[in-house]
């Protein structure tokens, strides 16, 4: 019986495929929505990618490395390469770390205010990661807050440089260490820990053979996924950076400063080549070692530590607590100053400008966020249901791809989009569409992600019972399926809100006269070092959001925060 | 309650969605400071009804995205940035004569033979101190380029990248047209144990200083003030007593630009009286006889320039900065 | 008349997860259910029932073989175009529907007319014994009262054939016993076709009209209940239905319809049931085929090893020679208690007998 069954389950395999693919042609209308879903993420996500890529191997219609070799053998070419790898890592260890103090006080320390510090330890995502730079000008720059007040001018931090963006992107990025770590943290079985406290190990035996060991996968998805989002980001380099080169900027730097596109394009695919392996190895290895037992519901903070070391957690959580709210803090406190560095008096001039200039930017910016969240959740949604419930063949395929643009840095995504849509017949830089093409395929698989986490708690039974009934694939997905995903589904449209809102490192290649976004102009506003003005429109932007933010958890009742934060961000 | 809400929120994100239709609109890419040319456009806007749409580039940044999108160009006018910026985008193809009515005369080197751009204001580099750094440093301000380069101003001096910026590109061309290629080179080689690091944008050394993260700026005049001691920054001016270059700002219309009336116009308006006293808000010195300077701005006689060719300038532009990169390695 | 369900050679092989081989669910089942009756099939877990009922459904497709439904072949036929309803194991209730529409979903992809749907689901709603809940969620909802949600929905669209999964394996042991004989009492009076799955055996034999009793994909008997708990063919039915005792043995001789069998114990007459001299046996003794008595009585001598009791029937396990032997004896109150060590006398009628196939290790 053995062989037989293996001489069929070759046979059975593509036969199971094929006889996915026969279901679905009997269905006209999914049969059509795949066939769009491919087709779009063909041109939108692939495409791009494979021009840029087309951009640094050819030139004069022949194949060539000398791109690459050029770049790579002049030494102040390949500083930023290492420069970014070397960020990418510290920010990684800094970032996980913090992230598993907060999640660990959280879910093991019980310590106070969890609350509090949970909002503290997410606030972050909701700001243009490029705040956190402007903030860390004001404060630890020569003429910085701190600087003056603490050091007498004395001492210069050199916030410029590898210093400053250590600080300024653990920051920014430890609230997804936090929610990776809090996560795994939550899923650990109690009764794993509990009994090897019966069996007689101290508490810290305990978190060195039990805890930690189980966090480990959780502690190596937030190592890739921050070494990822630290290569990504854009904003905070092109503030920051001085004279410390990062792949990212340098890739725009060539494009846009020098119109050498062969040289960005390669630095652009140089770029991608560790984020596509971190990410890769995230998704298909790390992913799948999960040690945690699902035990139904995350499980409540449980008190694991001594008197002791709850004390020193709550301490380290409030010092870092502090840091950021003096961070941002700052940041507001610059807003209202005249003249940052010569008139401390305050004014609302700089709001006023905000509206009074600003306003078209505002305008423009939320015009788009707001055309293209919503199609986004929808396209993330009608993916999640394909991939988790449908068989055909690509479907892994389709998952991936609609997965990469996490993995791209936005840089990368921007120049592709660029290249690729030039020309006719696909027409569209300067117009209103390619940005939203642009968010709409960066931020999809937000959605998709949430979708899949909530289908997959749906019971099978309830859809299977819609179809047995008579419905349609069609059917049971809109009456069915939808309503019960609903707050998947808006807890995936306010981040991606949230991501159109705060994009810069994609977008900023795509911005014209007649659209125009507003980190773009924050961003012009901190270069041109006209920071209480830059410090008013951040936070006009940050209020903006948790409005819109608000208003959605008022529609649906509950965001869950939880699924937000993920994934990188800019 | 929620449902209210909700749909409340949706008219309001729908109401948002009020897109100007019908009026004239024309596309720039502007390479003056963005808070200036908010001094600038209302006025235009005001006395042409013309409505504007711009992005705020530096200099060289606009001469790359307009070699880039020369097969569907996204504006009709490129404001602003030293006229060698803009002899590289007539080499380049990208810019269309235009001539301007004037009932002045418009020297030689203030535009193109064929008029494929038009100059507009005029202004000398020079250097901006803070006053509180050299109090502490105990140094007088830097009257010459040596001085820059002495060790107490090491780290401290802030200058744009010569690629994006033309008023850094002006100062590269300056030393190479004062001290020869080479010997140009070995001196920005030295400067820059100098520099703190390199901007993207012309003019924001100027905040920095004033600022006080850095010492000194290296850019234009009239950014030197209107960003710096106008603003209530304490800078003060210097300049090179072995000879500054300048730059003749300019405008030129964009080829294949999809406004390129509505363009003329705009020209026609910068060269006006009118605009040109506006310019008054910003130091810049206008190039219209008749209109007038504003106080503390410097002029062309108050300086010692070099005999600067702003035409071999824009043509070697390509090299000189492929050159720069290779050798100062940024 | 003709089978209302037919399965014929119906075969499925699972690929299984990344290199852990492939998984034969189904082996080759054939089956022909009566238009009208309520079939089982029984089996342990992992011997593919559900597979077979889904494969009925539509929502496995089958790697070989074919289904009928009446003359008309379905097997590739897709779920939602099936006159198939199903009742699933966790019910499947829509939560964010009430109860009238969930009943109501099938009839209004009908496109029934409103005032028809809303007959007809009140109706339904007496039929199963839950007036006046329509209103209700879901999770407003006891086990019982879901279960019968799930029912009617799947009744409401009179369909040719109903399918149950486990439906019972969720609630308490009374309302289990109570919910069946209802799904039983229904399925008669509508006297519509129905495939029954489940694990338990009670169920079964209180169910069903035809027991199919399977085992690692394949199909080991058919029968009613009492042909399959008195007369099992093979020795895993025979265990696999309520509790026996085994005693290895080997046929001597046949004489006319009765046996001689050879066992450890000496020999014993028992039906022939069609074995021949030679063969290998299992010979089968229900425990509560066996009477025990004072020692010195009985076909053979004992002594009580353990004693279980269960308020109304008392197991002994009593040894004989080697073999350790299950007795059920009811009704104690008339007996006499024993304890450990007792000496018994092992009392049973050869009638009672049952010969199995034994395999014997070549």
Redesign the interface.
Known sequence: ?GR???L??AR??S??QM?GLR?IL??PVLAAAIGVIVASLFLFVIYPLVRVFQMSVVEDGRFTLHVYRDLLS???ERRPLYNSLLLGVLVALAGTAVGYLFAFAIARADVPWKRFFRVIATFPIISPPFVLSLAA?LML???GFITRMLFQ?QWDPHI??LRGLVLVETIAFFPTAFLIMLGVLQAIDPALEESSLNLGATRWQVFRTVTLPLSVPGLASSLLVLFVESLADFGNP?IL???F?VLSVQAY?H?????D?SGGAALAVILLFPTLTAFLLQKYWVGRKSYVTVTGKPSPARLSVDPMTRRLLLGLCLAMTGVILLLYGTVVFGSFV??????YTLTLTHYVSVFH?GGRYL?DT??LA?VATPVTGILGMIIAFLVVRKQFVGKGLMDLTSMLTFAVPGTVVGIGY?LAF??PPL?L??TAAIIVLLFIFRNVPVGSRAGVAALQQI?K??E?????????SG?TFV??TL??ITPAFFSGLAYSFVRCMTAISAVIFV????W?LITVAIL??V?????SQAAAFSLVLIAIVLV?LG??Q??V?RVATSQMGYEPSG | M?HI??VL?IVV?VA??SPVLGAQVL???SAL???ET?LYIPEFEKDTGIKV??????S??V???L???A??P??SIWYGGPSQDHISGKKAGTSVPYKPPLDWGLQDNAHDPDWSWVGFYFGAIGFGSNTDFLKKAGVPAPTSWDDLLKPVFKGQIAIA?P??SGTSYTVLATLVQMMGEDKAFEYWKKLNANI??Y???G??PV??A?????GIAISFSHDLIAKGNA????IISTFPKEGTGYEIGGISLVKGGPEPELAKKFVDWALSVRAQNLMQQWFRIPLNPKAEVAKGAVKADQVKLINFDAVKAGEDRDRL?KRW??EI?? | MGAAVRLAGLRK?F?GRSGS????AV?GVSLEVEDGSLVTLLGPSGCGKTTVLRMI?G?E?P?GGEVYIGDERITTV????RR???V?????????MQVYDNIG??LR??KVPAAEIRDRVFSMLELVGLKGTEARLPSQLSGGQQQRV?LA??LI?EPRVLLFDEPLSNLDAKLRVQMRQEIRRLQQRLRITSVYVTHDQDEAMTLSDQIVVMHQGRVEQVGTAPEIYNRPRTLFVADFIGKGNFLAGTVRAVDGDRAEVEIAEGGVRAPAEGFRAGESVWLLLRPEAIGLGPAGTGRWQGRVAAATYLGSEIFYEVTVGTQNLLVKVGHPHGAIALTQGDPVGVIFDEGSLHLVRREVAA
Do not use: C
């Open positions: 019986m037989e069954a293996g069929d389950s059975e395999v036969w199971r006889d279901r009997r269905e002049k030494a102040f000008i720059g020569r003429k001018g410029y440089g092109i950076s001085g004279n080169p730097l494009i846009t400063g020098m119109v596109f005249t003249l940052w560095g010569a008139n200039i305008r939320l015009i707001s660029i030039n020309e027409l830089t300067g019971d039974a309830i299977e019972a819609a179809t047995n009934l008579g419905a349609g059917r009456t069915i309503p019960l911005v014209s006269g007649k125009n012009g506003l270069e041109n070092a006209d920071l819109v208003l959605i008022v529609g009742g | 929620r809400v909700s929120a994100m948002w969605v596309h720039m890419y400071d963005t808070a908010q749409e711009w992005v705020r580039l530096s060289g940044e001469l790359a995205r070699r880039a999108e097969k569907n996204q504006v990248f690629y994006t703190h690091h901007d993207k944008s003019s924001a905040t920095q004033g600022l006080g993260e850095v603003k209530g920054y304490p900065i990169r290779s390695g940024q | 092989v690929e081989g492939t998984v034969v082996d459904a929502f497709t790697t897709p779920p939602n175009k198939t309803s199903m699933f194991q966790g019910y499947g209730l829509f939560p964010h979903y099938g992809i009908r799930a929905r799947a669209t």
